[in-house]
C-alpha cells in the first residue's frame, strides 16, 4: 500500500457522511423495499441487460457490530439491496467488533466458497490477510469505506471522500455567512476522534475550505462518535464561546449529544451544519425549526452499492453506462450538502441515529 493511497482513506471508527450511493445498472425495479420501522432503504437502481436476472451469485458479508446508527444502516441497507434481486444469495455474518472473529468469519465464507465476498472491515489493517487470502482463492472482494492495507487485498474498493466532507461543510458555512454579510465570523467544529485520519481529513478539509474563503476556525472540541461525547464536549465548547456564528459537528450519530447541548444552553444564536446524513438530522432541517440548518452526506448508502457491485461482478459484467467492460478498481462517492431546499431528495438515505 502506498502512502499517497493510505492518505485518501480514512480508517473509519464512527460513522460518516456521503452522497447517495453511485446509481449502478442491475437492479430488478424501481420499488423500494421496506424497512423494519416502516421507512424505506436506499436501493441501487438499474435498467438495460443488467438489470435483467442472470447467473445466480451467492454473496457473503462481513461488517462490524451494528452498535450505532450509521453502521447499522449499512448492515440494513446491504440486506435491503441483496433482497432486490432474484439472482443473488446474501450469506452475512453476525456482525462483530472482534477483530479474530471477524477473521474467522470471512475465513468460513471463503471456506464455504461464497462467489463474491462484500467486507467492512472493523479495523482494515488487521482484515487485509484474509482479504488477500480470498482474492487468492479466486474469491473477488468488495472493501467498504475502511481500506484493507494494500490493493491486492481487494477487486473493488468503495467508501466516503472525507476531506471532501470537510471542504463542502466549510464551503457551505462560508456562504451562509457572507449571504448574512458576517465578515470575521466565529466558527466552532465538533470534530470525531483526533487520532484518526478520517478526523484528522475531515478537519483538514474544513480548514482549508474556510481558508479560501477568508475565514478560520474558532474553538474546537474532540468527540467519541457518540452522543453522550458530543453532549458533554459541545458544552465546554459553549461555554467557552460567549458567541458563535455556524458550528460544524463531524458525526450525525454524535449530533444527538451535540444538538442536547445547544438545547441546555439555551443558544440560538448560530447555525449548526451536521456530517453523515442521518433522517433525524434531515427531519430537524426540515423542520426548521432548530439550528441545524444542513448536513454533509457520508451515506450508507454505499453498503447498497457495495452488494449491487459484488452481483455485477459475480455475473462478469460492467457498469451501466460507462465504457469499461469492468467495474472500477475504485469508488468514492460523493458528500453532498442537504438542506431545506434539497432534502426530500435525499430523505431516502437517511439513517436512523
Not at 464561546?241 to 447541548?261: F, I, M
Request: net charge negative.
Amino acid at each position: 500500500m502506498t502512502q499517497s493511497f493510505l492518505a485518501r482513506r480514512g480508517f473509519l471508527l464512527g460513522a460518516g457522511a456521503v452522497g447517495a450511493g453511485v446509481v449502478l445498472a442491475g437492479c430488478t425495479s424501481n420499488e423500494q423495499p421496506q424497512a423494519q420501522n416502516g421507512g424505506t432503504q436506499p436501493v441501487a437502481q438499474g435498467a438495460g441487460d443488467n438489470a435483467q436476472p442472470g447467473k445466480m451469485v451467492t454473496v457473503g458479508f462481513s461488517a462490524p457490530a451494528a452498535d450505532h446508527g450509521w453502521m447499522a444502516a449499512m448492515t440494513t441497507n446491504a440486506r435491503a439491496q441483496a433482497e432486490k434481486f432474484s439472482d443473488v444469495t446474501f450469506k452475512p455474518t453476525e456482525g462483530t467488533n472482534d477483530v479474530n472473529q471477524q477473521i474467522a468469519q470471512v475465513e468460513t465464507l471463503i471456506t464455504a466458497k461464497v462467489d463474491v465476498l462484500v467486507i467492512l472491515p472493523f479495523d482494515g489493517k488487521a482484515l487485509t490477510g484474509v482479504g488477500q487470502q480470498a482474492m487468492d482463492a479466486g474469491i473477488p472482494v468488495i472493501n467498504v469505506d475502511r481500506v484493507f492495507d494494500t490493493p491486492l487485498a481487494f477487486r473493488t474498493w468503495i467508501g466516503g471522500d472525507n476531506y471532501r466532507m470537510g471542504v463542502n461543510a466549510g464551503n457551505y458555512i462560508a456562504q451562509q455567512m457572507k449571504a448574512k454579510n458576517i465578515t470575521a465570523p466565529v466558527i466552532g467544529e465538533v470534530a470525531g476522534i483526533d487520532s484518526l485520519p478520517l478526523t484528522q481529513e475531515r478537519s483538514q478539509g474544513f480548514k482549508d475550505a474556510l481558508t479560501r474563503a477568508g475565514f478560520a476556525v474558532g474553538p474546537r472540541v474532540s468527540a467519541q462518535f457518540t452522543p453522550e461525547s458530543g453532549e458533554s464536549m459541545t458544552a465546554n465548547l459553549l461555554q467557552s464561546a460567549a458567541k458563535l456564528d455556524a458550528l460544524w459537528n463531524h458525526d450525525d450519530d454524535q449530533g444527538v449529544g451535540v444538538l442536547a447541548a445547544i438545547e441546555n444552553a439555551n443558544r440560538s444564536e448560530f447555525i449548526m451544519v451536521g456530517g453523515a446524513g442521518s433522517k433525524n438530522m434531515m427531519n430537524h432541517i426540515k423542520s426548521d425549526a432548530n439550528p441545524v440548518k444542513a448536513t454533509v452526506l457520508y451515506s450508507p448508502s454505499m453498503a447498497s452499492s457495495a452488494i449491487a457491485l459484488a452481483r455485477l461482478l459475480g455475473q462478469a459484467k460492467g457498469v451501466g453506462d460507462l465504457a469499461e467492460h469492468e467495474i472500477p478498481s475504485e469508488i468514492t462517492t460523493y458528500s453532498a450538502v442537504v438542506t431545506k431546499e434539497n432534502v426530500d431528495q435525499y430523505l431516502d438515505v437517511g439513517f436512523d441515529s
